[in-house]
């Protein structure tokens, strides 16, 4: 069993996709478990992860400030804190925090990408 505070997991900056003042925490890793990766993102305001795609589902959960989804095509949606997404594989996607406030949320992949 595993129980933390999430401020007690190391914190680090994103880079990939184009990100800024973005910063992950991995809560359960590829190593620890066997199914899910659960991993928490902060996006500060005006900061961003850029549009991208994968060949695996995420489902996030936005726990704090609302964060505007993006995709390839310039398409946008507003998520609002105590919302969920899901993104399906190969979806090109991105986040915008063009609120005042950090953004944060969870994301959980699955281990086994497809």
């Not at 933390?4 to 925490?25: L, N, P, Q």
């Not at 199914?35 to 996006?43: C, P, Q, S, V, Y």
């Not at 995709?71 to 925090?97: A, C, M, Q, T, W």
Request: with cysteine.
């Amino acid at each position: 069993m595993k129980h933390f505070h999430y401020s007690e997991i190391d914190e680090k900056k994103v880079d990939a996709f184009g990100s800024t003042e973005t910063t992950i925490r991995v809560f359960i890793s590829e190593e620890e478990a066997p199914n899910f990766i659960m991993r928490r993102f902060e996006i500060k305001p005006l900061g961003q992860i850029g549009v991208h795609s994968h060949d695996w589902e995420h489902e996030i959960f936005i726990l704090n400030g609302n964060v505007v989804l993006i995709n390839d095509k310039g398409d946008r949606e507003l998520v609002n804190s105590g919302e969920f997404v899901f993104i399906p594989p190969n979806e090109s996607h991105g986040y915008i925090n063009e609120g005042n406030e950090t953004v944060a949320f969870i994301c959980m992949i699955p281990k086994k990408k497809i």
